[in-house]
């Protein structure tokens, strides 16, 4: 008798039911016209500037492999604009360029964490985080925030969670799925917090460049005695619309940055020359492009906020990045978000994700992402309404 090859996997391998994400995924396959609000990946296109640098990069035989830390004008340029745009200073030899700031989650918890050791991590934030953690044997220590904060991460929150074995606290600022900002004050205590329980901290910065109204971040690393146990993550992904470019770096201090480029190595080699050409231009060209793009979020932005305004569905102000998070119990409709993201995909064709994704401790809320215009946005927010209506009137 053959083993099956579902008992052959590995403990880690989870083997769940079909994924919500796949299951929705399958059913928009076989829709008409679905508004997808879904994944993170922008509508918009990477600008012809940097779509030609790639173009002229493989035309010129960028073909290879390139060191494992990635081409030196590109580490160069990184740390050039990291420190233009308020972050730490860097050599270059401190800047890693990872295949997406995805993988370089995997790299930090593989380079840091021991089995037993504590990652902190927001609840609700963005989940691979946790899975690089368990990954590395890890245990995962979640602080969980709530609508009453703008689910703002505080250093009073976290210190009850704190043990002898924690070892890494994790800031995504901002957040993902809620749009969340910290606050300058805030993120100053959070870092005197991890001076004095010696922790390292991880800094997602990713849609650091799209933050709304007044908000701004404050890049932790800049803080006294913060660089040196600051690893901070980041990409053109987001600000630039490069999702599928998969550029992604970690910027941090020498004895962090070369081991972990040693792990980027064994898992990667190197992150396609051609991406990190374009990467290259996104970084040294002109950066208007990107004001472009925070201003069309916002407007877009906007527009689903009006929509839930008019529904009157809670959401946490979106101070940043390309989501709206909001509460389907403010609906009081009798269902949780995972039956509501179903039946709004099925009956409105309108995809959103249901925040569960984000956090376990939670079956309320949705994430919208603003990653369709303006028109296609009020479009789903009047089939929301429509399937609402029709929910209240059962
Ligand atoms: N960090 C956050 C908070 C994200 O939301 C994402 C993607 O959605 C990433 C990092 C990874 O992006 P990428 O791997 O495309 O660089």
Redesign the pocket.
């Known amino acids: 008798m053959t083993t099956p090859n579902t008992a052959r996997l590995a403990k880690r391998v989870k083997l769940s039911e079909e994924h919500l994400i796949t299951r929705m995924l399958n059913i928009a396959g076989d829709l008409p016209d679905v508004i997808k609000l879904g994944r993170?990946d922008p509508d918009l296109d990477t600008p012809p500037h940097i779509i030609e640098a790639g173009q002229k990069a493989l035309a010129d035989g960028a073909t290879h492999y390139t060191h494992p830390a990635g081409i030196q004008p590109l580490r160069e340029a990184i740390a050039g604009q990291i420190a233009e745009f308020g972050g730490a200073d860097y050599a270059a030899d401190e800047i890693l360029v990872t295949?997406?700031?995805?993988?370089?989650?995997f790299v930090i918890a593989l380079a840091l964490l021991d089995p037993g050791d504590e990652i902190i991590v927001p609840c609700p934030g963005?989940n691979?985080y946790q899975q690089a953690a368990e990954l590395a044997d890890a245990t995962v220590v979640k602080v969980p925030m709530g609508m009453e904060t703008n689910f703002t991460l505080t250093a009073e929150m976290i210190r009850p969670h704190l043990t002898e074995k924690s070892k890494v606290l994790t800031l995504?600022n901002p957040?993902?799925p809620t749009g969340t900002v910290t606050p300058p004050e805030e993120v100053r205590k959070i870092a005197q917090l991890a001076i004095e329980h010696d922790l390292i901290v991880i800094s997602?910065e990713?849609?650091a460049r799209l933050t709304f109204g007044n908000h701004k971040v404050l890049s932790v690393a800049t803080l006294p005695g913060m660089r040196e146990r600051t690893i901070t993550?980041?990409?053109?992904?987001?600000a630039y619309a490069m999702?599928g470019w998969?550029?992604?770096y970690l910027a941090g201090p020498k004895d962090l940055i070369t081991p972990m480029t040693e792990i980027n190595h064994a898992f990667a080699i190197s992150v396609a020359g051609v991406s990190q050409y374009a990467a290259l231009a996104a970084a040294t060209g002109p950066q208007d492009c990107v004001d472009e793009m925070r201003q069309t979020y916002d407007a877009r932005r906007r527009a689903i906020c009006a929509g839930l305004d008019r529904m009157g569905m809670r959401y946490a102000e979106p101070q940043g990045?390309f989501y709206v998070y909001a509460d389907v119990a403010s609906l009081n409709l009798g269902i949780g978000a995972g039956a509501f993201c179903e039946r709004l995909l099925a009956e409105g064709q309108v995809m959103m994700y249901p925040g569960t994704i984000y956090g376990d401790h939670t079956d309320d809320f949705v994430r919208m992402s603003m990653t369709q215009p303006v028109a296609r946005i009020e479009e789903a927010m009047t089939r929301m309404e429509a399937v609402v209506k029709a929910i209240r009137a059962e």
């Open positions: 993170g295949p997406g700031g995805q993988h370089g989650m963005y691979p995504i957040n993902n997602d990713i849609y993550l980041s990409g053109f992904s987001k999702t998969r550029v992604g990045g």
